[in-house]
C-alpha cells in the first residue's frame, strides 16, 4: 500500500500557518478578557460584601491565636500532653454526638419519605398536570431555600429547647433538597418500560412502581446518603439555637471561653464526620457498583 503525500506550495503554507496564528491569538485574547472580566466581577463583589484586606491581613493574627489558645489548656501545656485533662468530658460529649446523630438520622429519613411522595409530581414525564408540578415544585423549593438553621430556630421558639426543633428542621430542608434531586432522577429515566406497562391498561402508580422505581431507587438511597452525611453537620450547627445536639455543648464552650473544651468537641465532630463520610462514600459506590473511595 502506498501513502499519497500532498505538498502545499509555499504560499498556501504560508497563508494556513498564518490563519492558525490567528486562530491562537484570538483564543488568547479571549481567554484574557474572561479573567479580566472575572477579576473585576470579583473586586465588585468584594467591595460590595465589605471585605477589606487591610483589616483581613492586620487582624489575621487574631485568627491563628485562637487556634493557639484553643490547644492549649488550663495549665499551659499543650493538649496533647495531657490528652486524659483535654477529653474530661467525653463521655457527656458522646452522648451528645449520638444525640446528633440521631437528629440527623431522623431528620434525614423523615425528608427523603416527604421527597419520595412527591418527586413524582415534580418531575416533567412523570406527572401531565402543569399546574400541580409548578405547585409542587415551589413548595421544595422553599423547604430548600430557607436555611435550616432558620426552621430550627423557628421550631425553637414553637415548641421549646431540644431535639425535636432539630429533627423538624432537617425533615424540612432535606425533604426540598431531596425533591429536587429525585425528581432530576426521574426525569433522566426511561420512559419505554412505562409506556410498556402502560399499554397494557396499568394505573399510574403502577407503572411509578414498576417500570420508574427499579430504575431510579439506588439513585435514590444514594443523594439520602450524602444528604444524611450533610445533615450530620446541619446538626451540630443546629445546636447554636438551642435545638439539642452537641451544638449546644460547642457553643456554650465559646461563650464561657473554655478553650481546650472548643478543640475537644471540634475535634470530636471533626472525626464523627469523617468516619460518616467514609461510610456513606463506601456504601453508595456499592450501590452503583464502583470501587469505594476515601
Not at 486562530?23 to 465589605?50: N, P
Not at 457527656?92 to 449520638?98: D, E, N, P, S
Not at 465559646?254 to 456513606?280: G, N, P
Request: proline residues 3%.
Amino acid at each position: 500500500m502506498t501513502l499519497a503525500v500532498t505538498i502545499l506550495p509555499e504560499p498556501q503554507l504560508a497563508a494556513l500557518s498564518a490563519a492558525y496564528r490567528q486562530a491562537v491569538a484570538r483564543k488568547r485574547l479571549r481567554l484574557l478578557a474572561g479573567a479580566a472580566v472575572f477579576v473585576a466581577a470579583l473586586v465588585l463583589a468584594g467591595v460590595g460584601a465589605e471585605v477589606n484586606l487591610h483589616t483581613l491581613f492586620t487582624y489575621f493574627g487574631n485568627f491563628v491565636s485562637y487556634f493557639d489558645r484553643i490547644l492549649t489548656l488550663e495549665s499551659g501545656q499543650r493538649v496533647w500532653t495531657d490528652v486524659g485533662e483535654w477529653l474530661w468530658g467525653w463521655r457527656k460529649w458522646l452522648r451528645m454526638l449520638g444525640e446528633t446523630i440521631l437528629i440527623s438520622y431522623v431528620g434525614t429519613l423523615m425528608g427523603a419519605v416527604v421527597a419520595f411522595a412527591l418527586n413524582f409530581f415534580a418531575a416533567e414525564n412523570t406527572w401531565p398536570s402543569p399546574w400541580l408540578r409548578f405547585a409542587v415544585r415551589r413548595l421544595l423549593e422553599f423547604a430548600r431555600t430557607v436555611p435550616g438553621i432558620v426552621f430550627a430556630l423557628i421550631f425553637v421558639i414553637a415548641f421549646g429547647l431540644g431535639p425535636m426543633a432539630g429533627v423538624l428542621a432537617i425533615a424540612i430542608h432535606s425533604a426540598g433538597a431531596l425533591g429536587k434531586l429525585f425528581s432530576e432522577i426521574v426525569e433522566n429515566a426511561d420512559m419505554k418500560p412505562v409506556e410498556g406497562i402502560r399499554s397494557t391498561g396499568a394505573s399510574w402508580l403502577s407503572c411509578m412502581r414498576f417500570a420508574v422505581l427499579p430504575q431510579v431507587s439506588a439513585g435514590y438511597a444514594s443523594y439520602a446518603l450524602l444528604r444524611f452525611e450533610i445533615n450530620v453537620r446541619e446538626a451540630s450547627v443546629m445546636g447554636f439555637v438551642g435545638a439539642g445536639g452537641i451544638g449546644q455543648e460547642l457553643v456554650v464552650a465559646i461563650r464561657k471561653f473554655y478553650y481546650s473544651d472548643v478543640s475537644a468537641i471540634l475535634l470530636a465532630i471533626i472525626v464523627t464526620v469523617f468516619v460518616i463520610d467514609i461510610a456513606t462514600g463506601w456504601f453508595r459506590a456499592r450501590l452503583f457498583g464502583g470501587e469505594a473511595r476515601t
